[in-house]
């Protein structure tokens, strides 16, 4: 008889931004996991999670995770994180694990998901939605993200600058994630476009050192990881 997992959207950053429902996940779980750079510094999620929770050694669990390029080593990362979360799943218990932003987008849940489920076949996985990075800026920065039949579409720049070239030319809305370490390219990218003017960058929502310019404003420099880039002509509120 094998437990729960759920996966818990935390949000960008802010605690504020947990839901409701993801707080009471996460209250109710018998053990929470988090996700922990090999670095053992305090992440995102677990940021978020010891606001509403503590420390709370009784439950809180840290996974480690390879901050690698290197493939063998994030799948090693895999392997352990659900041999760790299906020893308590296998117990019967319902274990939450926080991530950042929304569980099914572009979140480490779903890879932990589709390992423990190798281990624990007939294992019930649920999730908690979350608060995403681009709704976080559209509304720190006042920017509509699409009105009427206006198009969006959501894309990290790892799919290739061609891929954002032709989506900022065939949508009124470019949200573009994890290309603050290659951003030069991100605003070339738009600057061939015609697409600069109202594009906004972020970083850090919700958190210290919480970073919203205009994106022309980042030319020469480089951004985050994880930061988020909107463009969007004449969106502003």
């Known amino acids: 008889m094998s437990g729960t997992l759920v996966g818990v959207g935390v949000g960008p950053g802010d605690p504020e931004l947990l839901t409701v429902k993801g707080l009471r996940e996460l209250r109710e779980a018998d053990e929470v996991f988090v996700p922990v750079g090999d670095t053992g510094e305090v992440g995102r999620a677990e940021t978020v999670v010891r606001a509403h929770l503590g420390g709370d050694p009784e439950r809180l669990r840290r996974l480690l995770f390879a901050l690698s390029?290197?493939?063998?080593?994030?799948?090693?990362?895999?392997?352990?994180?659900?041999?760790?979360?299906?020893?308590?799943?296998?117990?019967?218990?319902?274990?939450?694990?926080?991530?950042?932003?929304?569980?099914?987008?572009?979140?480490?849940?779903?890879?932990?998901?589709?390992?423990?489920?190798?281990?624990?076949?007939?294992?019930?996985?649920?999730?908690?939605?979350?608060?995403?990075?681009?709704?976080?800026?559209?509304?720190?920065?006042?920017?509509?993200?699409?009105?009427?039949?206006?198009?969006?579409?959501?894309?990290?720049?790892?799919?290739?600058?061609?891929?954002?070239?032709?989506?900022?030319?065939?949508?009124?809305?470019?949200?573009?994630?994890?290309?603050?370490?290659?951003?030069?390219?991100?605003?070339?990218?738009?600057?061939?476009?015609?697409?600069?003017?109202?594009?906004i960058y972020g970083a850090r929502l919700g958190m210290e050192g919480e970073e919203i310019v205009r994106a022309g404003e980042m030319a020469g420099r480089e951004g985050t990881y994880l930061a988020t880039v909107i463009f969007k002509d004449g969106g502003a509120l």
């Open 69 to 199: 390029d290197d493939e063998e080593a994030r799948k090693g990362s895999w392997s352990r994180a659900a041999e760790a979360v299906s020893r308590s799943l296998s117990e019967g218990k319902r274990c939450a694990f926080a991530t950042i932003g929304d569980p099914n987008l572009y979140s480490t849940f779903t890879y932990l998901a589709r390992t423990v489920r190798g281990i624990l076949p007939g294992v019930e996985v649920e999730t908690v939605p979350g608060i995403t990075a681009m709704q976080d800026l559209a509304s720190r920065s006042g920017t509509v993200l699409a009105l009427g039949d206006e198009k969006l579409v959501l894309l990290p720049f790892t799919a290739g600058k061609q891929v954002l070239e032709d989506a900022l030319r065939g949508f009124e809305t470019v949200v573009c994630y994890k290309g603050g370490g290659r951003l030069r390219e991100v605003l070339d990218a738009a600057e061939g476009a015609g697409r600069m003017g109202g594009a």
